[in-house]
């Protein structure tokens, strides 16, 4: 059975381009669809810190898809890993999540920071982030994820 999902809204301020690293400081802007939503559908959102938003790698190929253990960013210093072990555009339905500081709510435009999504990226969902709905217990991983991600959410002026 597969599961037909429409996009719920687009980014439509923020980053252009597609890159790895440098996603600090990025301020985005997710219109909701003003056909499909009415404007109290995000009445209470503001008074959250963060939002959960789920979105889609729309701009990149279906073909990019790998599921065969590989080095994150081709670095052979560390090691393969499987499709599942990596958060990139590379896994099956080509979807992601972030995490986004909100950092205000106009109408159905939601302004948000460390959105790591460019303009023209579909938005399948997004939710406010609950502190009791996060990891329970000690969070673990391999230091690989570290020194991949070290200037991830730099800022890059």
Do not use: C
Request: glycine share 8%; aromatic share 10%; proline share 8%.
């Amino acid at each position: 059975m597969s599961l037909e999902i429409k996009p719920i809204g687009t980014v439509v301020e923020g980053r252009t381009e597609v890159t790895d690293d440098y996603w600090g400081g990025i301020e985005s802007v997710i219109q909701l669809d003003d056909s499909e939503f009415p404007l109290d559908s995000v009445q209470g959102l503001k008074e959250f810190s963060h939002l959960i938003v789920v979105w889609h790698f729309n701009q990149a190929s279906p073909n990019d898809v790998e599921y065969h253990a590989r080095s994150p960013r081709g670095n052979a210093s560390w090691p393969p890993t499987g499709t599942f072990a990596h958060r990139n555009h590379r896994r099956p339905n080509q979807l992601a999540q972030s995490f986004p500081r909100l950092l205000s709510v106009d109408g159905l435009r939601i302004r948000v920071t460390d959105l790591d999504a460019v303009i023209g990226t579909d938005i399948y969902d997004l939710s406010p982030y609950f502190q009791e709905m996060g990891p329970r217990g000690p969070v673990s991983q391999p230091s690989w994820p570290g020194e991949m991600l070290t200037d991830y959410w730099a800022d890059k002026t």
